[in-house]
């Protein structure tokens, strides 16, 4: 019923950017909270950033100061810019939303395909 899509990523310099994107689509009523995760492979899934639906963010320390989340309510849309990349930030990256759907009385959590970050040194 709902699909994310992502976009963006790939390979880029230590302090490059990037900019990743993620689209919701489907009979989509409302979406709450969307974030990013980054995980590498054995390892648990991490808390990237995160904005509510008017907008209140959070970071995880790690990438304060760098890396912005920012959304689009009336496009159903997630952004991470990603600023003065380092090696550390090599990652598969997911954006994630709590999406209530018609039909359906609560909030269920989707997941996009996840997208590969890379930093090189």
């Known amino acids: 019923q709902v699909e994310l899509v992502e976009s963006g990523g790939g390979l880029v310099q230590a302090g490059g950017s990037l900019r990743l994107s993620c689209v919701a689509s489907g009979r989509i009523v409302s979406i709450n909270r969307m974030t990013w995760y980054r995980q590498t492979p054995g390892k648990q899934r991490e808390l990237v950033a995160a904005?509510?639906?008017?907008?209140?963010?959070t970071y995880v320390d790690a990438v304060k100061g760098r890396f912005t989340i920012s959304r689009d309510n009336a496009k159903n849309t997630e952004e991470l810019k990603m600023n003065s990349l380092k090696p550390e930030d090599t990652d598969v990256y997911y954006c994630?939303?709590?999406?209530?759907?018609?039909?359906?009385?609560?909030?269920?959590?989707?997941w996009g395909q996840g997208t590969q970050v890379t930093v090189s040194s």
């Open positions: 994630n939303a709590q999406i209530l759907t018609l039909g359906y009385s609560a909030y269920i959590d989707y």
């Open positions: 904005i509510s639906r008017r907008g209140d963010t």
